[in-house]
Structure formats: C-alpha cells, structure tokens
C-alpha cells in the first residue's frame, strides 16, 4: 500500500480524518511535546508515584501514536473511543509496505527489547500499545479487588517503562526517522 495521505475509499468506516493543513504544524508540535513530556514524568516519577509512571508512560505512547499517524499518514483521530482508535489508525497503518519492511529491520535490531518482537513482526507496535493501555487501566482505576498486592510498586512501573513503553517509543521513533 503506497501513502497517498489520503484515507482509503473502500474502508468507510475508519474512525480518523485526514489533518487539516492549517492545524498540521500546531497539532504535531502539541503531540511531540506532550509524548516527551509524559515519557519526563512517567521516569521520574517510578520511585515516588509508580502509578502516575504508568499512567504517564502509556500517555506517551498514545501521544507518541497520534503524532506518527500525524506525521506519517497525515491522520488525526479525535474523541469519541479516542484510544481505541489510536490502536486501530496503528493497525491499519502499519500495513504500508515500506513501513512494514523498516518496522521488520528496527525489529532485528533491538530484538532483545521485546520477548516476541520477532514473532509479532508488525503486531508489534499494536499489541504494544494496547498492553500499555491494560496497564495504565489497572493503575488509574479502582477495582474491587484492589488490595495491597494489587497495588502498583516501583518495581512494576520500572518494568512497565523498561519492556513496554521504551520499546516501543525507540521502535515509533525509529519509523519516523
């Protein structure tokens, strides 16, 4: 699939636009720099607040996510289902031809990242984004069973920030070079 920066006519059900050429500058510029705010915060905060690390690490990502569909692909998604449809822009995407086949070199390269990077291949950066959406969930919301084991620890948004969000922010940004 070649980008033409167009939508695909057959698929009249996807759930983005293509990015006004007037907003462009200002919605790329307010992507970048929320992504790079959030991954700041998501660091600092592992030993004092991991449950904020978390939820900050996982914005990055889904602002990481909207500023290459920006980037790449000329798409921007808006509310409603906003995170969903960030993983479903990814997915759809993620199909270009050339970018499947720089995904696939960036994939060899830091395989160590991800325990089944290989194997994903271009699942990769979905499925990455969707576990740090199911992560942000259990630490941003209440559950019944919510008891001193379920609580976030330092170790677990260490992790989460180690083998979840790094990985993919090095493989997004990797794309988009």
Known sequence: ?????????????LRWT????????????FHRNAFEEDLKHA??????????SIISGYYCMHELTKLFLAEKFNAKLASPELHAKAIEALEHFIRDDALKRKLLVLLKEAKNIYYSSERLKEKILPTLLRRGKQERGKAQYYSEDYSQKAKVSSQKASYFLETIVKPYVELVRGLME
């Open 1 to 13: 699939m070649e980008n033409t920066g167009e939508l695909p006519k057959e698929n009249a059900e």
């Open 18 to 29: 293509d990015l006004p050429a007037t907003e462009k500058g200002g919605y790329i510029s």
């Open 43 to 52: 660091e600092k905060n592992v030993l004092e607040f991991p449950r904020w």
